[in-house]
């Protein structure tokens, strides 16, 4: 596995608690081919994925200067609610950045790079070498992301359950499971990624769902669920929709006046 890899692991690592800031992951390789730092971006602004991993060989008491840092997503260049990454790695003396995606942020949008560069750190880019492969991965991590820059639109995936003639429900209302564990288990792990969960209110008046993420560490963590959006144009959403009874959650109901 190379290092860009394992930065993608990392990433992945953050999809329970980033939300909305894209998953990164950044690896710090010395100049003698050792890993000496590792990081994945945090909450809502808190650090980056390059801060923490530059924290974790401070940590390690690793020098830096001279290493090559591999990151999923270009170092960020512009002051939000964190400070600009590439001047983190500037400082730190780094000596080259292997970057799995160019951001799509047009705030960064090559300017990390181009800065950077200007610092005389040399720069790689995946999707110009033959790793193109974990460049796809990389941008398929952060999918709606970049479709959110790119487009202004959010990236929509549809869950259905379904029997081979078509049908999701039985007209009498004995409906049982459609899907199998595995399925179920599967949507978990999708609602996870995704910043908000949308449905109807026929579904919460028949099925009365919780509709939340259900995996293990979510309630160990207390981490935050998806905002739940409800296309309720009759207000008919009782109160006493178990929906509403899930912590760490955000429910917005959409009617009309």
Known sequence: MNQLDQALQLAQQATAYCRPNPRVGCVIVSAQGAVIGRGQTQARGQAHAEIMALRDAAARG??????????TLEPCSHHGRTPPCCDALIAARVARVIIAQIDPNPLVAGQGIARLRAAGIAVE??????????AHAARQLNIGFFQRMQHGTPWVRLKTASSLDGTSALHNGQSQWITGSAARADVQ??????????????TVLHDDPLLNVRLPHFA?????????????????T????????????????????
Do not use: K
Request: hydrophobic fraction near 45%; charge should be positive; aromatic fraction near 6%.
């Open 62 to 71: 690793a020098d830096v200067a001279a290493s090559t840092v591999y990151v």
């Open 125 to 134: 880019i995946a999707t110009e070498t033959a790793d193109a492969t974990t």
């Open 189 to 202: 792990h999708w609602r996870a990624r995704a910043c908000a969960i949308l449905t109807g209110s026929g």
């Open 220 to 236: 160990q963590q207390q981490l935050p669920q998806p905002l739940l959006a409800i296309v309720d144009s009759q207000l008919r």
């Open 238 to 257: 009782p109160p006493s929709a178990r929906l509403f009874s899930v912590p760490q959650r955000q429910v917005l109901i959409y009617t009309v006046a």
